[in-house]
C-alpha cells in the first residue's frame, strides 16, 4: 500500500469514528412520566485528500500528502413517544424537503410496526 493510501485510510476511519448511526437517531432518552425522546440529527460532512509520490531535484524518493474533514452536526426533531403514540417534534419547521418527508413518516411506520407485532402476539392492535 502507498503512503498516499495510508493516509487516505487513517482519515476515512477517523471520520468513521464520528459518525455512525447513534449520530444521527441518538440514544432513547427516558423521562420521569415515562415518555421517550429520541434525538433526531442532520449530519454533514466532506472529506477531502491528496498527495503524490515521486523524487526529488537529487533524483531521491519523496512523498507529500494531505487530507482534511469537516462534520457538521445539527440537530433537527425529537422523536416523541408517549402512551404508545409516536410523533414528531420539530426543533425548526421543515423545509419540505424530501429527507423532510420521508423523516415525518418515522412515527406512522413506528406505530405500524407496533400494530403490526401486537398481531403477531395475538393482541387485539389498536389503530
Do not use: C, H, W
Amino acid at each position: 500500500m502507498s503512503n498516499l493510501n495510508e493516509v487516505m485510510s487513517q482519515t476515512i476511519s477517523k471520520i468513521k469514528e464520528l459518525v455512525d448511526v447513534n449520530t444521527v437517531v441518538g440514544n432513547p432518552i427516558t423521562t420521569p412520566d415515562g415518555t421517550t425522546l429520541i434525538p433526531v440529527s442532520k449530519v454533514t460532512f466532506g472529506f477531502a485528500s491528496g498527495g503524490t509520490d515521486g523524487k526529488d531535484k537529487a533524483d531521491k524518493p519523496s512523498f507529500g500528502a494531505g487530507s482534511g474533514a469537516g462534520v457538521s452536526i445539527v440537530p433537527i426533531a425529537f422523536i416523541v413517544v408517549s402512551s404508545g403514540n409516536t410523533k414528531m417534534i420539530y426543533i425548526d419547521p421543515p423545509t419540505n424537503t424530501s429527507l423532510d418527508k420521508a423523516i415525518d413518516m418515522v412515527p406512522d411506520i413506528i406505530d405500524k410496526f407496533k400494530a403490526g407485532r401486537k398481531k403477531e402476539d395475538g393482541e387485539a392492535a389498536q389503530v
